[in-house]
């Protein structure tokens, strides 16, 4: 089929590359120019695993341009994959995807018809309301078009986003007409029925079944993206509230999460105790959700609480420290890992650059090290004196402290005597408890986890 998708980012060109893979026509649609560059000459603007190596594949045809009304002309499927930012409220901002929808409308041809697809997480009502504004644009060119409308979120993980492209859980499908159902079954048929043959560097998961197409209406599947996402903040920050109390109590909330994961009904997923969720999705969402109960005169409580139980724990952490440094002023502290979460260079609401902030707030010097998300970290960071290292046993030395805020495979056999050896006062936050606490203390660290 012939697919047009605007918006490179994350969700667009990961789709985008996937889809052109499976041997649908896709032609990709940004405006950066800087982004543009790199993608015409086939590379990825993002760190995203096997991301690069897919654009490269012969049997990734999919082209690029920055004129949305060209690239839509003839696609059978419209793809708008374009940010929603966070507005001051919270609110997710719609302005660009209302502009994309504009300038889809200037670029379809009369007496055609056409699948619109939103695959931005978008705020309930947003599917009605581009509708709204399609049509609108048709009306005033005069001209006659049959657009279907879908909306079809998607459940990527940064890090993990190709995997989910092409081995997803559950396909969600919202539409008002069975045309706009037809059209996706098609597009997605090779997922849905797993035909493809896998790239190399992405074989097909052990055990992995065919994934449900689930249809229903727009503004339910709106609300499936929102509420999913609300709920895993949600089963994170439980579980980092009871670690809180493993604390007090002198519990292991690793142990306690093994318990508790054999419930299937609870599951083990996601109850990965820490310095808390960040990146581009659980703050933003929530946020969002909170915004749509306000609109609405509806509170919830739960969702709420799972944010101010997260914006705490990176608090928590400084007060281990503080407890153990009793002064931070003057101290030097290693941290180890700056994007928000490991196989991403993205840094958006890292809780690892939170905790450098409170760190330089109160007057300690952060020497950090991460595989690869220094050059966003500089960005983010700016006006902060941070030393950035070459590797975690240079971020280590000579340190008060050292703090283990994203959970790199390259964190996880590190030399803990040398690291020990190294450092002034050789303290260990695990800020992920990655490590047991016997090895640490047997190589000559301190250690400190997060509820255990
Ligand atoms: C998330 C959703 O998983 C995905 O389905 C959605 O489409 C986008 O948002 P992502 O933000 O890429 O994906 O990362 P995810 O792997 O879900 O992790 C989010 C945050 O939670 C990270 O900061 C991570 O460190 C944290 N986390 C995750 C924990 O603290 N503990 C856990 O057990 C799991």
Redesign the pocket.
């Known amino acids: 089929m012939k697919v047009a998708v605007i918006g490179c980012g994350y969700?667009g060109l990961t789709t985008g590359a996937a889809l052109a893979y499976l041997g649908h026509e896709v032609i990709g649609v940004d405006k950066d120019e800087s982004k543009l560059d790199l993608l015409m000459k086939r590379e990825s603007p993002i760190h995203e695993q096997g991301l690069g190596e897919l654009l490269k594949d012969d049997d990734c045809g999919i082209t690029f341009t920055a004129d949305t009304a060209g690239a839509v002309a003839d696609a059978e499927v419209i793809m708008i994959a374009v940010g929603t930012p966070q507005k001051e409220n919270g609110e997710a901002n719609t302005y660009y995807v209302e502009e994309a929808a504009r300038e889809v409308a200037a670029g379809l041809k009369d007496g055609r018809s056409y699948t619109l697809v939103i695959k931005s997480?978008v705020p309930i009502g947003t599917n009605r309301r581009v509708a709204h504004v399609v049509r609108r644009a048709l009306a005033e060119r005069g001209i006659e078009v049959w657009v279907n409308f879908a909306s079809n979120?998607?459940?990527?993980?940064?890090?993990?986003?190709l995997r989910?492209t092409f081995y997803p859980d559950r396909i969600v499908v919202g539409a008002e007409s069975p045309e706009a159902v037809e059209a996706l079954r098609r597009l997605y048929r090779p997922f849905l029925e797993q035909t493809f043959e896998p790239p190399i560097f992405l074989p097909r998961p052990e055990g992995y079944g065919l994934p449900p197409l689930i249809t229903t209406d727009p503004t339910s599947a709106e609300m499936i993206?929102y509420a999913?996402?609300a709920f895993?903040?949600v089963?994170?920050s439980f579980?980092?509230e009871i670690a809180g109390l493993c604390d007090k109590v002198g519990a292991d909330v690793t142990e306690v999460a093994r318990g508790m994961g054999l419930d299937p009904r609870i599951g083990s997923?996601?109850?990965?105790?820490?310095?808390?969720?960040?990146?581009?999705?659980?703050p933003k969402?929530t946020a969002a959700l909170l915004a749509v109960g306000t609109e609405y005169g509806y509170t919830m409580p739960i969702v709420q609480a799972a944010r101010d139980v997260n914006a705490r724990q990176r608090l928590l952490i400084l007060e281990k420290l503080q407890a153990a440094l009793k002064v931070l002023r003057g101290r030097t502290i290693g941290v180890l890992g700056l994007s928000?979460?490991?196989n991403?260079d993205?840094v958006r609401?890292?809780?690892a650059l939170d905790v450098i902030r409170l760190l330089s707030e109160r007057g300690a010097h952060v020497q950090a090290h991460d595989p690869v998300a220094v050059p966003r970290a500089v960005e983010a960071l700016k006006g902060l004196e941070v030393e950035f290292k070459e590797s975690p046993y240079e971020a280590a030395a000579g340190a008060d402290a050292l703090i283990l805020a994203?959970?790199w495979d390259e964190y996880r056999y590190l030399d803990l005597k040398e690291l020990a050896r190294r450092m002034r006062n050789p303290v260990l936050v695990d800020g992920?408890n990655i490590y047991r606490r016997e090895e640490a203390e047997d190589a000559g660290l301190t250690y400190m986890g997060v509820g255990r």
């Open positions: 969700v997480t979120p998607e459940f990527l993980r940064e890090g993990m986003a989910d993206k999913s996402n895993l903040a089963k994170i579980i980092n997923r996601f109850l990965g105790a820490g310095l808390g969720w960040g990146g581009s999705c659980f969402d928000f979460k490991p991403t993205d609401e890292s809780p994203t959970e992920r």
